[in-house]
């Protein structure tokens, strides 16, 4: 804990979010284990919890009534493509019923799995309009940026106002081939988005740390040719506002001129 709370100080960030992984047994192991990081993070930590609802609807009641008892939960991730289920999935109702009396945001993994055998026909960004549309006071978060289904993601983002995408995992590490291009790759995706959207204030900054570097994940965004304030608010600003986070000002370097 104190050298990812030393990276964040590197990176300049105030606030982390910690997310249950769905290997964990159980909804109350990973609280529990949220439990004791977000005491050794002095504040700046902040719980995400998860629910398989494969395992049933006595597994998912069991989860709401565990959360009942977790103060300041942050938001709730759900898994699908490592587990097979949609968004849509009936058995989710009371974990968005649950989201939307309590105010809080639904975290969506998206795309690619780490897991060979983790299924993708699960995790496109078109299975969560149907939800979307569903639960219109539910905020929704396409973990990834939807990746590889980039334009779809915007076009949620852009379609519903509930919706919003984050930019973590869309750069391995830089020794990975071929890095150089990956970041420009990244950046043009990152402008076809805004462009899709109109607006960039349901863009967040992400990691998927410690799969990508803090720093690596916010120079990416850092460097984009944007207005500073539409920087600020993609690293930090949307985010502090989604998820309830005080934060200080941060002066973003300044970005290249564009070509």
């Known amino acids: ?12 960030i105030d606030h982390g979010l910690l997310l249950q992984l769905f290997e964990a047994p159980s909804v109350r192991a990973g609280l ?4 004791a990081q977000r005491r050794a993070g ?19 009641r069991a989860a709401i009534r565990l959360w009942d008892a977790v103060p300041g939960l942050a938001g709730i991730k759900l898994y699908p493509g490592y587990k097979p289920f949609y968004p849509h999935d009936p058995r989710l109702a009371p974990v968005y ?56 993601a915007a076009e949620l983002v852009y379609k519903n106002e509930n919706v919003y995408a984050d930019t973590s995992g869309l750069l391995a590490h830089p020794s990975t081939p071929y890095f150089d291009r990956m ?25 998927d740390w410690p ?10 965004v850092d460097r984009l040719d944007l207005p500073e304030e539409d920087r600020a608010a993609i690293l930090g600003g949307n ?8 934060r200080r000002p941060r002066r973003s370097r300044a970005a290249p001129s564009a070509k």
């Open 1 to 12: 804990m104190p050298g990812l709370l030393a990276e964040m100080d590197r990176a300049g």
């Open 32 to 35: 529990e284990e949220a439990a």
């Open 42 to 60: 002095h504040g700046r930590l902040h719980t995400v919890t998860t629910v398989d609802p494969t395992r049933g609807k006595e597994e998912v």
């Open 97 to 152: 019923e649950y989201a939307h009396r309590r105010g809080l945001p639904i975290l969506v993994h998206q795309g690619d799995t780490l897991d060979g055998i983790g299924l993708v026909k699960y995790a496109r960004p078109i299975e969560v309009d149907e939800v979307a549309g569903r639960y219109r006071d539910v905020r929704f978060v396409l973990c990834h940026l939807g990746n590889p289904w980039v334009h779809e």
């Open 183 to 207: 970041v420009r790759q990244a950046r043009e995706v990152l402008y076809a988005t805004l462009v899709t959207i109109g607006r960039p204030d349901r863009i967040l900054y992400g990691s």
């Open 211 to 220: 799969l990508e570097g803090l720093e690596v994940a916010v120079e990416l």
């Open 239 to 246: 985010a502090a506002r989604l998820f309830g986070l005080s």
